[in-house]
């Protein structure tokens, strides 16, 4: 069965220092997204992808933040000058364009990102 | 804004017990439901939806109810097993597209045999 994949599933970084978080979406998959999940908080959306570009960013996707499809099946996040509130897991998600109501997301096993 | 409340676990039953999980909402539009779940070392999977009022979403023996008037999905299973130890997230959307989900801080279940 498809599914989304993440890399690393464990990174560890100094602050100030930028990281990029690898997504793989599922292959005929549209649209993608990055969540985060602070420990013990609730998971926040923080970007939607299409068509080679954001949809839509939440206020928490500010300047320290982008996105990238580099190619035909890569989908990163990249956080240029990391704090120490960045710390949390982040998910990746695709789905495909249903037409209908809502298009299910599938979700990644998530990227814990520590910055000391 | 949309927001999501569900109730702060952990949740702790016996197996066989009934369970229920309370969520309730908040949104401006007319959002459909979902019930995601988490085990562990897993990503987030969808577990049920609803898409609009009086809808009943189903699967794997769970069940929620979309009720507008009390603007809630609460979940329902009425004999949990050992393998439905995990973390659950009731979340909404207002609508289809790249509209991103807003979730509740998710419920950790734990069934002891």
């Known amino acids: 069965e498809p599914e989304v994949t993440q890399t690393p599933s464990h990174q560890v970084t100094q602050m100030g220092q930028e990281v990029i978080l690898r997504c793989v979406p599922i292959?005929?998959?549209?649209?993608f997204y990055w969540y985060r999940q602070i420990l013990g908080q609730k998971v926040e959306f923080l970007v939607s992808?299409?068509?080679?570009?954001?949809?839509?960013k939440s206020e928490i996707f500010d300047d320290q933040f982008s996105v990238e499809r580099p190619d035909g099946s890569n989908f990163t996040l990249k956080i240029r000058s990391t704090k120490l509130e960045d710390s949390a897991m982040y998910f990746c998600?695709?789905?495909?364009?249903?037409?209908?109501?809502?298009?299910?997301?599938?979700f990644g096993p998530g990227t814990r990102l520590t910055v000391l | 804004g949309d927001s999501v409340t569900q109730m702060e676990g952990p949740v702790t039953l016996s197996e066989e017990a009934f369970l229920t999980i309370n969520c309730t909402y908040t949104?401006?539009?007319?959002?459909?439901l979902f019930w995601y779940v988490q085990y562990p070392g897993e990503g987030l999977q969808l577990l049920l939806k609803?898409?609009?009022?009086?809808d009943k979403g189903s699967n794997k023996g769970f069940e929620a109810t979309y009720r507008k008037e009390t603007t809630s999905f609460h979940l329902e299973k009425g004999s949990v097993q050992v393998s439905d130890s995990a973390v659950y997230f009731c979340?909404?959307?207002?609508?289809?597209?790249?509209?991103?989900?807003?979730f509740g801080k998710g419920t950790h279940l734990i069934i002891q045999p």
């Open positions: 998600a695709s789905s495909e364009n249903s037409g209908g109501p809502y298009n299910e997301q599938f």
């Open positions: 609803a898409t609009k009022a009086d």
């Open positions: 949104a401006t539009g007319y959002p459909s």
């Open positions: 992808f299409y068509n080679n570009e954001i949809s839509e």
């Open positions: 292959s005929n998959h549209l649209y």
């Open positions: 979340a909404l959307s207002e609508g289809g597209g790249a509209d991103g989900l807003t």
